[in-house]
């Protein structure tokens, strides 16, 4: 009996594939990839001769991903007393937490950072010490101090003109090492965590059109799609304008923008917990969003202070531990209105995928893909919240957390 070949057999198992929810459901998976999925009745034959581990009243499904954090450069530094010798060791504690809450894959930005130092190599070296499946967004940020404060992934901790953002030598650098569309460019100044009165200019468009349009060009002439972080009718209109792939936030988007988002094919990546001077997405934007064709991921921003209408602790930073918590209302939202529970599941799994695009190999449990699921006491973000009720998350086939 090989140890590489086991089947999993339970209550049920959404797939968010074209199977849909399977009920009495067997995953049989072999050398880290699924093998079979389908019903105890049309997979029981294939079972005689394998190790099945027997979960009848539980559920399996995708594992999560949080498409949209800052888990290395800005959350380190915000949450513990590190140094530069202890920073990335604090980061790699934090993506053992998001692995704890059912993600397995993670997109993490690198804008450059006023209070850590560190390289792009040194920030993609934590891929190999992790188990979790990371992809880098790398990007430029301009936040909204009295005097704007600009830094790029290149140039660490040092404040850069902004010239620098939209110069091309530096966009070509950055779009050329760059693993997907996160917010490689802020349209928007960021309120970066800090209070208001020291961020009196978030919120402030940065870019002329014909500078963002050189930004876009150039992440396009080297095939890389752009993400953006921004908020608002006017920068969303100037991402829209420009050929922006993927809205990170877009707080207060309107009808008429998500119509065109939708014949464009532009994806959104929602963040409720917050990230910008708006208010952020609240349940009905992301229904709205939905029901407009949009393919909508919800992410984290990890961390962040949570918006108040969350019931939160105003005064704490939240990560990837609330994936599940901040996605419900909107989740049961979709439910209710006639959404099944494969497409609800979608904004965790599936469309987040597609960001980071890891597609082909993560985000739906179907024959060939990774065995990268979680067995859980219900679906995650839509019938629990709590991480305590995820009970086994397994990546690649292997059993990384059992409760």
Do not use: W
């Not at 559920?59 to 915000?78: F, K, M, N, R």
């Not at 998001?98 to 560190?118: F, H, K, N, V, Y």
């Not at 209408?309 to 599940?324: A, P, T």
């Amino acid at each position: 009996m090989s140890e590489n070949k086991f089947a999993c057999y339970c209550k049920k198992i959404v797939t968010v594939s074209e199977k849909g929810t399977i009920r009495d459901g067997v995953i049989i998976v072999n050398d880290g990839k699924i093998e079979d999925i389908g019903t105890y009745i049309q997979l029981k034959d294939k079972l005689n001769d394998i190790c099945v581990y027997e979960y009848k009243d539980k559920v399996i499904t995708p594992s999560l991903i949080d498409c949209h954090c800052h888990l290395l450069e800005y959350a380190p530094g915000s949450l513990y007393p590190v140094t530069k010798e202890t920073y990335l060791e604090a980061g790699k504690v934090l993506m053992f937490n998001a692995l704890l809450s059912g993600i397995t894959a993670l997109g993490e930005q690198i804008c450059g950072s006023p209070i850590c130092g560190i390289s792009i190599d040194d920030y993609m070296k934590i891929k190999n010490e992790v188990p979790l499946k990371i992809k880098f967004s790398l990007n430029s940020i301009t936040i909204g101090t009295n005097e704007l404060s600009n830094y790029t992934c290149l140039h660490e901790n040092k404040q850069v003109d902004k010239s620098i953002l939209y110069r091309e030598d530096i966009i070509s650098k950055i779009s050329i090492k760059n693993e997907y569309p996160g917010e490689n460019v802020f349209i928007n100044a960021t309120p970066a965590n800090l209070s208001a009165k020291d961020v009196p200019r978030a919120g402030e468009i940065i870019f002329t059109e014909n500078q963002l349009q050189a930004i876009v060009d150039v992440f396009h002439s080297n095939n890389k799609k752009i993400g953006a972080h921004v908020a608002g009718k006017e920068g969303i209109d100037l991402a829209i304008k420009c050929g922006i792939d993927v809205l990170h936030h877009a707080h207060g988007i309107n009808y008429n923008q998500i119509k065109i988002l939708n014949n464009n094919k532009t994806s959104v990546v929602a963040t409720p917990l917050g990230g910008t001077h708006l208010t952020p997405n609240l349940p009905q934007d992301i229904f709205d969003l939905v029901r407009g064709g949009i393919d909508v991921s919800i992410a984290t921003d990890a961390y962040l202070p949570p918006a108040s209408y969350l019931n939160l602790d105003e005064n704490k930073l939240y990560g990837s531990d609330v994936l599940m918590l901040i996605s419900h209302s909107s989740m049961k939202l979709l439910f209710n209105s006639g959404y099944d529970e494969n497409r609800c599941l979608s904004l965790l799994t599936a469309n987040p995928a597609k960001i980071l695009g890891l597609e082909n190999s993560i985000g739906k449990l179907d024959i060939g893909m990774s065995a990268d699921f979680l067995v859980c006491d219900g679906i995650p973000g839509l019938e629990i919240v709590d991480n305590k009720n995820i009970l086994e998350v397994f990546i690649n086939g292997k059993k990384l957390i059992s409760r």
